[in-house]
């Protein structure tokens, strides 16, 4: 089936009056206030941006010790250049609230003004077939899949978020650049959308739990990897690595096929040596605030955060209950 010819049907945001509510008012406020600030120019953006990581950096102690742990375990790097990447790590999250509010809300015209360039293009340009299309998730991952879709029409795969208001943002936004989304519980439709000729997006560097997951070297470290891309590749699905990085204010966007194979772990690691290898372009810029290793076996090597998993056991509870 061409892709030409293949509508898939996107998940569209509800507003109901739950969005209305008082708990919501204040994330609604700071929604606005952001979309107002992405009227800036992209150059004031992303100083306004190393501001505010700089911020972020100094109120967010658990996320800093996160950070300092999977750069220690990935890199090894210890005591000042340690700290100096970190502080890095947390300017480029800061512009990437502002990349990301640009990748919502900026006209197609504002868009195409930000100094892109495209490697190996015509792997996916010339493909008369779907395909999985896998990215890495990095502090400016909106923007790259605004981009992105720039030069090909995408679909993809998404977390439901905890908060109502942002997640009807959020895929209220996708919506206007990719061609339809799904949430990250509906795989077997994703499968459907891939052999119907869909250019997939799917990230599958974060820890998804041991279910869905194999432990896999990531940086010479076993982590959880999720087996989905594996599974595709042993049914002769191709899958894509696209990655984006930032290379002297210009977006540079490189395709690389991901050789197939019938043995998931021969497949695994080298996907993971394929996100190695990309995160190594723009170190800063990649998602080092995840616990990337929090399924390891054994005594956690993250400090706990208390208050955060009340919060989680609570909203479990409440869904139970419903």
């Not at 899949?145 to 993809?156: D, E, H, K, N, W």
Request: glycine content about 4%.
């Amino acid at each position: 089936m061409s892709r030409l010819k293949f509508i898939p049907k996107s998940t569209k945001p509800k507003f109901s009056k739950e969005l209305l509510s008082p708990a919501s008012l204040l994330t609604w406020l700071g929604l606005f206030l952001l979309w107002l600030v992405s009227l800036l120019s992209y150059q004031t953006l992303m100083k306004l941006g190393n501001v505010l990581g700089v911020l972020i950096y100094k109120i967010s102690p658990h996320r800093r010790e996160i950070s300092k742990i999977n750069l220690n375990q990935c890199l090894q790097l210890e005591n000042d250049k340690l700290e100096e990447l970190v502080k890095l790590n947390f300017k480029a999250t800061g512009r990437g609230i502002f990349e990301m509010a640009t990748a919502w809300w900026a006209s197609d015209k504002k868009i195409q003004k930000i100094s892109t360039k495209i490697i190996n293009e015509d792997l996916l340009k010339d493909s008369d077939t779907g395909a999985l299309v896998l990215l890495k998730h990095s502090t400016h991952l909106e923007l790259d899949i605004r981009l992105l879709s720039q030069y090909f029409p995408l679909t993809g795969m998404f977390k439901e978020q905890t908060n109502k208001a942002i997640n009807y943002t959020m895929i209220r936004a996708r919506n206007n650049y990719v061609r339809a989304a799904l949430t990250n519980k509906e795989a077997v439709k994703a499968i459907k959308w891939i052999k119907a000729g869909e250019f997939f997006l799917y990230a599958a560097d974060q820890d998804y739990g041991m279910k869905v997951s194999k432990m896999i070297p990531f940086f010479e470290r076993d982590a959880a990897t999720v087996t989905f891309p594996a599974f595709l590749s042993s049914k002769n699905i191709k899958v894509i690595f696209a990655d984006v990085s930032k290379i002297e204010d210009t977006y540079v966007i490189e395709l690389q096929c991901l050789e197939s194979s019938k043995d998931e772990e021969v497949f695994l690691k080298d996907m993971n040596l394929t996100y190695q290898k990309f995160i190594k372009k723009e170190t800063e810029a990649y998602l080092w605030t995840h616990r990337r290793f929090k399924s390891n076996e054994g005594q956690s090597i993250y400090p706990n955060w208390s208050s955060r998993e009340k919060r989680r056991a609570k909203r479990r509870a409440k869904q139970k209950g419903n």
